[in-house]
């Protein structure tokens, strides 16, 4: 059967991506923040999963504000980095694990979560600035990858309790897979960050490492954070943490948090990772 292994958390800042595809890793202001990653970058060539779920926001790159689906599996055979502006981004091509999306779009469907199918989109830095720090530089991304995008960019937001009960419900879809698959379950986004309007800048260090606490010993703490208390603590984009919450929500209990890391700023944000093994 197909079990989860384990998780991974971090923010997806786009200028990391830039930092990353531009060679300045090295680069005083950014080395701190790439060393943060040398754990992750080494226990994943122990644990390289054969499919990730991969659970992001898109930033209107791919998914316009024509159609804003809550939740939104992707169901294509493989999905390019999209041109957010700058062209694509140098990086292999996301490939889909079909088997699985379809079983776990089903399963979910009989959990009663109105999934959105989508057969044609590509991916922006909220999924591929994850997959280059975790894979480093790659001719082709070592596994499989189920891009699930979750919908922060125009309210309503779905609130923390659905959050935490769609990742119970992923967790039990994989369980029920027949083929012997590792899967992680990754979440990306936040952490505290604001990008525009009177408060851009707005971090809030006490509440991200807070919530780092919480989420690696008292997770189901978070998932009564509303949406307005996101707004008002952590900027209008610190929202992007609730993907944090379905993938511990998808790992169960019995999790050993085997790194952690914060640093303040990384462009606009505080960046957070942790990366979280499941224990059976
Ligand atoms: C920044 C962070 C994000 O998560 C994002 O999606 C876009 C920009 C930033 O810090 O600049
Ligand atoms: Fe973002």
């Known amino acids: 059967m197909a079990r989860i292994t384990g998780g991974i958390a971090t923010s997806h800042v786009p200028a990391i991506g830039a930092a990353f595809d531009l ?3 090295e680069e005083p202001y950014w080395k701190p923040i790439f060393e943060g990653y040398e754990f992750v970058k080494e226990w994943i060539k122990d644990n ?3 499919v990730v779920i991969l659970v992001y926001n898109d930033h209107a790159s791919s998914l316009m504000l024509d ?8 169901f294509a055979e493989e999905f390019e980095s999209a041109d957010e502006g700058w062209g694509r981004r140098p990086v292999p091509v996301v490939k889909n694990h079909l088997d699985l999306a379809a079983h776990v779009a089903e399963q979910l469907v009989i959990d009663e979560f109105d999934l959105t199918l989508i057969n044609e989109m590509d991916v922006d830095h909220g999924c591929t600035v994850p997959l280059s720090l975790v894979f480093g530089e790659a001719e082709e991304w070592p596994c499989k990858v189920i891009p699930l995008a979750v919908n ?7 609130s923390g ?3 935490w009960k769609l990742g119970e419900a992923i967790r039990n879809a994989v369980k029920t897979f027949p083929e012997d698959l590792n899967v992680q379950v ?3 986004g936040g952490m505290s960050h604001q990008l525009q309007g009177t408060r851009a800048g707005l971090i809030n260090e006490e509440f991200d490492k807070r919530f780092l606490e919480l989420l690696a010993h008292e997770p189901e703490e ?3 954070i509303t949406r307005l208390e996101y707004l008002r603590e952590t ?6 943490l609730i993907m944090w919450l379905i993938m511990r929500a998808a790992l169960g209990y019995g999790v050993e948090e085997k790194h952690r890391f914060y640093r303040v700023p990384a462009s606009n944000t505080a960046v957070g990772h942790v990366v979280y093994e499941t224990k059976s």
């Open 23 to 25: 060679g300045k890793t």
């Open 48 to 50: 390289t999963p054969d």
């Open 67 to 74: 159609i804003v689906p809550t939740f939104a599996l992707g």
């Open 152 to 158: 922060v960019t125009q309210f309503p937001t779905p």
């Open 161 to 163: 309790e659905r959050c």
């Open 186 to 188: 990754w979440g990306t």
């Open 222 to 224: 978070l998932k009564y």
């Open 235 to 240: 900027g209008t984009e610190g929202i992007e």
